[in-house]
Nanobody, 130 residues
Framework: QVQLVESGGGLVQAGGSLRLSCAAS????????MGWFRQAPGKEREFVAAIFWGVGSMFYTLYKDSVKGRFTISRDNAKNTGYLQMNSLKPEDTGVYYC????????????????????WGQGTQVTVSS
């Protein structure tokens, strides 16, 4: 199983930017799917973004509607690290952000589901002030 460590969280004013990183160790992530989820106080953990191999051996991305155009998920296979660039942040983006990964093909379900992932990081806090 892979170990994931998030970093890059912090306090930022509305309209600002943060870049989260997810460093993986224990196995190569070159073929793995990676996702970002977040959890606000008192709420369920929700999907934010995912990047995964798809048809034509290409990487595809998937985003929660409310972050489309503001967040960008990416990966650097050479560094075994995933990223979430967050721009134009809003107070409702506040929460603990978790990185997740899956090394095996997903035969059913979708990468916007928590059940699609078998490895999780400990999370990094993102706070957006108004």
């Amino acid at each position: 199983q892979v170990q994931l460590v998030e970093s890059g969280g912090g306090l930022v004013q509305a309209g600002g930017s943060l870049r989260l990183s997810c460093a993986a160790s224990g196995r190569t992530m070159s073929g793995a799917a990676m996702g970002w989820f977040r959890q606000a106080p008192g709420k369920e953990r929700e999907f934010v973004a995912a990047i995964f191999w798809g048809v034509g051996s290409m990487f595809y991305t998937l985003y929660k509607d409310s972050v489309k155009g503001r967040f960008t998920i990416s990966r650097d296979n050479a560094k075994n690290t995933g990223y979430l660039q967050m721009n134009s942040l809003k107070p409702e983006d506040t929460g603990v952000y978790y990185c997740a990964a899956r090394g095996s093909p997903l035969l059913s379900g979708s990468f916007d589901s928590r059940n699609a992932y078998d490895s999780w990081g400990q999370g990094t806090q993102v706070t957006v002030s108004s």
